[in-house]
């Protein structure tokens, strides 16, 4: 969630603390595709006005999260179909296997600790059957990863399709492989060790890919 403005402590506007608790919802599995967001309900539980919910929502149908039907007819979580996920899977695989290899080649071993700290958090998540701790430690991993990279364009290509992303890094039915694998990227990048990095993060993204798509089923 946005933290507002750097280390000033003002508050976020209201139309991103509504759109990111929305978008964490889609993206946690709690609104699901095919869902109606209700305008009126989100601005009560909010206690805010609908001129900030109606921003928030036009914020997530910018990035392919709902679709807003014509002559009121409501906001409904999107559905992803196949060709979709595919889609979204290509472009995650180009950037993050860039990602990866600009986090080798750039970031001093101490900042990349932090992602074996994001890995360990998930396995032991796992181990002790936090399955939402488990996928908020490896939401955060990948975030970091691009953050190592140091590049600002690609961390600004890939703030429209959070949500989305988000959503694909839930679905997770080999929390094993998972971990192992941002295990041996970790350890790529604190080597310094670009192509065994950037064959790590493809093989991990392509790894996900017929795991998801497996279990696509709308």
Known sequence: MRSGSGGSGRRA???????DALQARISQGVLRPGDRIFEQEVAAEFGVSRVPVREAIRMLQSGGLVDVLPQRRGVFVRSLGRRQVEE????????????ARLAAERAPS?????????????????EAGEVEAMSDANAEFHDQLVVLS?????????????GRLAWLFRINREPDRVCGEHEELHAAVVA???ERAQDVARRHVRSSRMMVLDRVLY
């Not at 979204?88 to 990602?99: K, S």
């Open 110 to 126: 101490e900042t990349a600790d932090r992602l074996g700290e994001l890995a360990g958090r998930a396995r032991r998540a796992w």
């Open 13 to 19: 506007p209201l139309r991103d603390q509504v759109h």
């Open 192 to 194: 310094g060790d670009v």
């Open 150 to 162: 140091g590049n600002e364009v690609l961390a600004s290509m890939l703030e429209p399709l959070h």
């Open 88 to 99: 979204l899977f290509d472009v995650r695989e180009a950037l993050e296997v860039l990602a």
